[in-house]
């Protein structure tokens, strides 16, 4: 017998002092974790194009040989007990967020396919009923170009809002800009996952 | 590399739609396109893991995180994990936040002129048991206006986090009570379009649950998306 899931519903404005960890923003252990150290940030835009101050976003990732800290993850590849691939962070007043992480090594896709290094995103907000499901790839990655889910999109311009852009650096970490556009010009390619 | 298997995926009517006017916070926040269909890899099925305690100890007494004891009427609330195959999820992180009896959250940009309960912020977490299981002791939250429309107020409600062993089936949602009047006046429950999925969300009393002459008792279980069943040939 199935029972009907537990449907959405919105985290509403006031989640903070339930889900705030400022802390889980820094996936590295404070720097401790191996691999190429980078920071991911940008903002949460609306419709309007106006900074959403009330959401927060949530990422898993790889660790850098491209393995999960997960049971189901069984190749034959080393974990990081640093690393976890877990991070939240909520926007701030200017909707802005960040995370400070390191660059996720490939992962093995369906059949015999091979995804291109990538961190999986989810938004949640005020006004979203259900959550956002997002993905951020990098720029210049020779392995964007065999993607098996980039190349399910067909439309290169929106498959380009799944493409963070180097931004610099901040110390030794190279800064990664990836703005989230809910809706409108320039929407974010959201996953039915 | 055999294919990892997926998880299932949410049925017509189950879930919210993105966009609902009656919900005026959905109108400029909605995603516009289609969503693009991902079949699960690794990255869906796989996910983060806090059995180790990396959340910290548990929360599970919202009463007694202050110097004294906070104003209303005290509650448990009990329950289960489960997925939709009837399974249980053990091990899981469970956060939830709520207002205070007055219908106040301990959130700056709460305005509401109710007061502030100083031995009470309204937050917890807990690491379901081997069975799938949590239980918090807290206080029935009160119901507060909020301006989607003239005199509009949210049915009382908690508000739950839960993530399930992947990235495929984290939801957050909120629990109601039964028989609150406010419930069918409040867009955000009758955001889902499917009365029996509606069901879901609200809580049942439970008089085993409560503890005589101290806590009311309300059961609430959450069904996660289940694994797709492995092929078997036939």
């Known amino acids: ?193 | 590399m055999s294919d990892v298997i997926g998880y299932e995926r949410g049925r017509p009517g189950e879930d919210p739609p993105y966009l609902d006017p009656n919900y005026g916070s959905t109108v400029k926040r909605a995603p516009a396109k289609p969503l693009v269909r991902l079949e699960h890899t690794l990255t869906e099925v796989t996910g983060p893991g806090f059995a180790d305690g990396w959340a910290g100890p548990d929360k599970t007494d919202l009463t007694r995180q202050g110097k004294g004891e906070p104003i209303g009427e005290r509650m448990i609330v009990a329950g289960r994990i489960l997925d939709e195959h009837g399974r249980p999820v053990p091990r899981t992180l469970v956060e939830l936040w709520q207002a205070n009896s007055a219908g106040r959250y301990m959130h700056e940009n709460d305005r509401h002129d109710a007061p502030l309960d100083p031995n009470f912020t309204g937050s917890g977490h807990v690491i379901t048991n081997d069975n799938g299981e949590y239980q918090f002791v807290t206080i029935v939250p009160g119901a507060y206006p909020w301006r989607n429309t003239h005199n509009a107020w949210r049915a009382q409600h908690i508000h739950f986090s839960v993530f399930g062993p992947a990235f495929a089936t984290r939801v957050i949602t909120q629990m109601y009570f039964p028989g609150d009047p406010l419930m069918q006046y409040d867009p955000i429950f009758h955001s889902i379009p499917e009365e029996a999925a509606r069901n879901r969300l609200i809580s049942s009393y439970d008089p085993e649950l409560s503890v005589a002459e101290w806590a009311l008792g309300y059961r609430f279980d959450i069904v996660l998306r289940g694994r797709l069943q492995t092929p078997t040939g036939i």
């Not at chain 1, 290094?117 to 065999?146: C, D, W």
Request: contains cysteine; proline residues 6%; neutral net charge.
């Open chain 1, 1 to 193: 017998m199935r029972l009907i899931p537990t449907a959405s519903q919105t985290a509403g404005p006031f989640f903070k002092f339930g889900l705030d960890r400022p802390e889980w923003a820094d996936l590295t252990g404070g720097g401790k974790a191996a691999g190429e150290k980078i920071r991911i940030e940008g903002h949460v835009f609306d419709g309007d194009h106006a900074p959403v101050p009330d959401a927060f976003l949530e990422i898993w990732q790889a660790n850098a040989a491209g393995k999960y800290a997960h049971a189901e993850d069984r190749q034959e590849k080393s974990l990081d007990p640093h690393f976890r691939g877990f991070g939240r962070c909520s926007t701030d007043k200017e909707g802005r967020y960040h995370f400070l992480t390191i660059r996720p090594g490939a992962v093995p896709g369906r059949g015999n396919t091979l995804q291109a290094p990538h961190i999986a995103v989810r938004v949640f907000a005020r006004g979203l009923l259900k959550q956002v499901m997002t993905r951020l790839y990098f720029p210049e990655e020779p392995l964007n170009k065999s993607d098996p889910v980039l190349g399910s999109i067909e439309d290169a311009a929106r498959r380009q809002t799944l493409i963070g852009s180097a931004d610099g650096a901040d110390g030794a970490a190279k800064i990664y800009r990836f703005d989230i556009v809910l809706q409108g010009q320039g929407e974010t390619v959201f996953f039915d996952v």
